[in-house]
């Protein structure tokens, strides 16, 4: 156990569905990011709140919208999403949004766009 | 363009010692941090070196040398659960956060 935790584990939707994903942590931290994790291809991170507050959209379709009610949750809204799109998108948090300080990844949800 | 560079793979024999190496291309330099990522896991946090020289944790060891941009991990007396993907992450001036592609090792009995 991690500390951070993803739902769902797995996802399979079509092109024209919507679905969002869930990250929660329960360590205190204030920085939390989405990766996308595709086979054979470095981590690519696409958001990073810290304290709430977005600081990092690393030029991410917007067919992809992050939303961070409070520093424990993180949602990752999907809609109309491409087949290109199917990867494993990962959750993590830190203490603060700083490399120096460890982060601590969730298990993952695995998306297949159909 | 900024980029990372690490082997794909390494093959190693149980109870030997293996070297992981990445080198770095980025604007401005903050820090490198190694995390190892088992099959179907999470990645986990191994090591952060933001100055140059070798920091020790039990059998890992992580090395860099930001005249050289690059760094490496060593494993040591490897056992069968150290099989897993190697990552290798820097922050750049722009607090930029850029990984590797990953390093997978497999080690053999």
């Known amino acids: 156990e991690t500390g951070v935790t993803q739902t769902p584990r797995h996802l399979v939707m079509g092109m024209t569905n919507k679905k969002s994903l869930k990250c929660e942590q329960h360590l205190g931290h204030n920085a939390m990011y989405w990766y996308k994790q595709s086979a054979k291809k470095p981590l690519e991170l696409m958001f990073v709140y810290n304290f709430k507050e977005q600081t990092e959209n690393n030029s991410v379709p917007s067919r992809f919208s992050p939303e961070c009610p409070n520093s424990s949750h993180l949602f990752l809204h999907l809609h109309t999403l491409q087949p290109e799109d199917s990867a494993l998108y990962l959750c993590?948090?830190?203490?603060?949004?700083?490399?120096?300080?460890?982060?601590?990844f969730g298990p993952g949800t695995r998306l297949t766009v159909t | 363009g900024q980029s990372l560079e690490q082997p794909s793979e390494v093959t190693a024999v149980e109870g030997a010692i293996v070297q992981i190496n990445c080198t770095y291309q980025?604007?401005?330099?903050?820090?490198l941090s190694w995390y190892q990522q088992h099959d179907g896991g999470a990645p986990t946090f191994l090591s952060y070196?933001?100055l140059d020289g070798l920091e020790e944790t039990g059998r890992f060891s992580s090395f860099l040398s930001r005249s050289d941009s690059y760094g490496y991990l060593l494993l040591q007396e490897l056992q069968m659960k150290d099989s897993a993907s190697y990552f290798c992450?820097?922050?750049?001036?722009?607090?930029?956060?850029?990984w590797g592609a990953g390093t997978k090792l497999i080690i053999k009995p």
């Open positions: 070196n933001a």
């Open positions: 992450a820097v922050r750049d001036s722009n607090y930029q956060l850029i």
């Open positions: 980025t604007s401005g330099f903050y820090g």
């Open positions: 993590a948090s830190s203490q603060e949004r700083d490399l120096s300080y460890e982060q601590y």
